[in-house]
């Protein structure tokens, strides 16, 4: 069974910045992408940003040209690196494959980021 462990949220102001990690048992990177989701309060969660494997990459365009997401196949870790942060951004931010079909993996505890206006 894979787990998913997510860290680097934190609080920061209106254009700063945070680093997110995602570290994951097994091999799930082999063969599949993962993704960046999140949950802003009141709201779904929603994806983010994906990377396939072949190292592709997708952003949806609310964080185009803020957000980088990377992955490291060897130690088994996706990141995501935010930029130029928003109040929008506010949320709970999870990591998982991408697309979420077939077998999804549980979801961890996601990691929380605050950005204050």
């Known amino acids: 069974q894979v787990q998913l462990v997510e860290s680097g949220g934190g609080l920061v102001q209106a254009g700063g910045s945070l680093r997110l990690s995602c570290a994951a048992s097994?091999?799930?990177?082999?063969?599949?992408?993962m993704g960046w989701y999140r949950q802003a309060p009141g709201k779904q969660r929603e994806l983010v940003a994906f990377?396939?494997?072949?190292?592709?990459?997708y952003y949806i365009n609310s964080v185009k040209g803020r957000f980088t997401i990377s992955r490291d196949k060897a130690k088994n870790t996706v990141d995501l690196q935010m930029n130029s942060l928003k109040p929008d951004d506010t949320g709970v931010y999870y990591c998982?494959?991408?697309?979420?079909?077939?077998?999804?993996?549980?979801w961890g505890q996601g990691t929380q980021v605050t950005v204050s206006s």
């Open positions: 998982n494959k991408y697309p979420l079909i077939r077998t999804i993996p549980p």
């Open positions: 097994g091999s799930i990177f082999s063969g599949q992408g």
């Open positions: 990377i396939t494997s072949g190292g592709n990459t």
